[in-house]
């Protein structure tokens, strides 16, 4: 069974400045999909980023980035130049199958604070 | 832009009522799936469809959850006999067969007194 971990239930961060989210997982598979999604208070969760296991080059979308380290399985994301709009709940998620969007398991969240 | 839409937002409800919740995925996405997200923590999957097949169920849809998707389009996810632990917020979200994410919905928020 797959499970997701994130272990910073809160996060704050300076607007302008970088903040890094952490994630480890667990599964016994080799095929993969990792996931981080933001949710906005009262809004939809929408997806951040993307990473697919078998890729070694980590997943960049703006000021958005990751961290992969399948090893280790670890699973972080770095946002950059953080912004005001960045504020939201962060939920790491994986899922095993390879059309990516199937049966997401998601971490717990963490809560992210941009300080302006 | 139609998103995926959930309606009700909020439902308050006593303690043994039923409720139904109504989904309706992005147009031409042909999987529908169901969460229920409790306070503070991540989303749970709950059940998926393909077109109008329920393809699985998560062993946290007690015999008191039903979910439909009559004709492959809307999706609706019943509760009777409502309990307080049932308060919630149910997510609906749906993917297409060429698209990599899925596109959740606001949520249906269940308040069970």
């Known amino acids: 069974a797959q499970t997701v971990t994130q272990s910073q239930p809160e996060m704050s961060v300076q607007e302008a400045e970088t903040v890094t989210l952490s994630c480890t997982y667990d599964?016994?598979?080799?095929?993969?999909?990792l996931f981080w999604y933001k949710q906005p208070p009262s809004r939809q969760m929408i997806l951040v980023i993307r990473?697919?296991?078998?890729?070694?080059q980590n997943a960049t979308e703006n000021r958005f980035s990751v961290n992969f380290q399948k090893a280790a399985k670890s699973f972080s994301l770095k946002i950059s130049d953080s912004q005001l709009g960045d504020a939201a709940m962060y939920f790491c998620?994986?899922?095993?199958?390879?059309?990516?969007?199937?049966?997401?398991?998601f971490g717990q969240g963490t809560r992210l604070t941009i300080n302006p | 832009d139609t998103g995926v839409s959930q309606d009700p937002r909020h439902k308050i409800t006593k303690r043994g009522q039923n409720v139904t919740f109504r989904c309706d995925p992005i147009?031409?996405?042909?999987?529908l799936y169901w969460y229920r997200q409790t306070l503070g923590q991540g989303p749970e999957f709950l059940t998926y469809f393909q077109n109008e097949a329920q393809l699985e169920k998560s062993r946290l849809l007690s015999d008191r959850f039903s979910a439909e998707r009559p004709k492959g389009s809307f999706s609706t996810l019943e509760i009777q006999r409502t309990e307080q632990g049932d308060s919630a917020m149910y997510l609906c979200a749906s993917t297409g067969p060429s698209t990599g994410e899925l596109f959740f919905g606001e949520g249906s928020r269940l308040t069970v007194l």
């Open positions: 998620a994986s899922t095993l199958l390879p059309n990516s969007a199937q049966k997401l398991v």
């Open positions: 990473q697919e296991a078998y890729k070694q």
């Open positions: 147009s031409e996405h042909n999987r």
């Open positions: 599964t016994s598979e080799s095929d993969y999909y």
